[in-house]
């Protein structure tokens, strides 16, 4: 597939910009766990999937995202994919809204309800046997959190994936070393993430979650008889300097002179 890469990277920082700003008038948590994520899903939804925002059409390729708390960069994709007009954007986490702080089915796009880290897989898993056992050629991408490896079911897909060699599966770690609590390293045992991932029989690549070309790239490489794992390292709080990597913005709403700031930084206004 052929990309602007320089597009696609304006169009994230554009995501960002809007995810901060909804951040501010809506008192949306988890600000910083959207903006390392946002280069993966925008490499996803305009580099390398079919997708749709009505479910009954079939095939599409499908996109889960697992990590739900990031659900204001995926509401912010759909609006600028047309399945959402941008100023509903303003109604994320409002009473009556269709835009819950997790996603839901109520969603134009949204293929899963997730939220509750570690079912994600599982269902991309089970998404990805059923276009095999219906004979259509749909790709499944999962994106899921560092934290989230934390959880057991993720380790049950880990196994099952490789043994059905569910080769149209991509998971993607948005690996920003962070969780709710504290450093991911300092949680539990991730490392060596990429061998155990391998142990189990998936093809696993490392990449920079920030360098939109090098995600496209490995987001369209050919399927082995395997499930593809990428573990993506970014930043957690990417595209502004008093957020980067600083775990307080988990949960700080911004204020209006730090949207500010922070637009300036984004789009130079």
Known sequence: MSVDVDALERRAREIRRRVIEVSHNNGVPHLASNLSCIDIIVAAYWGC?????????????????????????????FAQLGFLDDKELNTIAKDGSRLAEHPSRKTPGVEAATGSLGHGLGIGIGLALAARLRGQQERVVVLMSDGEQNEGSVWEGAMFAPRHQLSALTAVVDFNGW???GRSRDVLALEPLADKWRAFGWTVTDVDGHDMGALVDVLNRPAADAPTMIIAHTIKGKGVSFMEDDNNWHYRIPTADEVVAAHRELVGR
């Open 179 to 181: 969780q709710a609590t």
């Open 49 to 77: 999937l079919r997708v749709e925002a009505d479910p009954s059409n079939v095939p599409r390729d499908r996109f889960i995202l697992s990590k739900g708390h990031a659900a204001s960069a995926l509401y912010t994709a």
